[in-house]
């Protein structure tokens, strides 16, 4: 009888798992794809919202590492300054895995069409959940 409530609450127990990490999935697809959105209207300031909004952001792309929302805004708005060089961003994501409680990393690739040429590559982002919203807190993007 022990053995068969000891599996019950194992088989309880990972059913609950599974569901958690299933609903985390979800919301991180759902900041990404707000992401996509923002940047498809050229609303940087919107696409920077799927960001940890503290100075410990680290953003790594091809001019090395910037530290910090504010200032990975600002690079965005140098580099993007109108809708010919934002386009239309789409992601394809490629994997998200759980960390440990509350952090998952995604890989993923980006495809930007637009009139000052097309740019393509993959990204590796990290998620956490901060006061119950999920943010990036790192992002490798090449």
């Avoid at 609950?16 to 992401?35: G, P, R």
């Avoid at 580099?79 to 994997?95: M, N, Q, R, V």
């Avoid at 998200?96 to 740019?119: C, D, F, P, W």
Wanted: charged letters at 20%.
């Amino acid at each position: 009888m022990k053995n068969t409530l000891l599996l019950f609450l194992l088989i309880i127990s990972l059913n609950s798992l599974a569901q958690t990490e299933t609903q985390d999935k979800k919301a991180i697809l759902k900041v990404l794809k707000t992401q996509e959105d923002a940047w498809n209207q050229n609303n940087l300031e919107n696409f920077m919202h799927g960001y940890w909004k503290s100075d410990s952001l680290k953003f790594y792309g091809s001019n090395g590492v910037t530290f910090g929302w504010q200032n990975t805004l600002n690079n965005y708005l140098k580099g993007y300054p109108t809708k010919e060089y934002t386009g239309t961003l789409s992601f394809t994501i490629d994997a998200i895995t759980k960390i440990e409680n509350a952090s998952y990393y995604v890989m993923g690739q980006y495809h930007l069409v637009r009139n000052a040429g097309n740019a393509n590559g993959v990204f590796l982002i990290i998620f956490r959940k901060i006061a119950g919203e999920w943010k990036i807190i790192a992002d490798l993007s090449c």
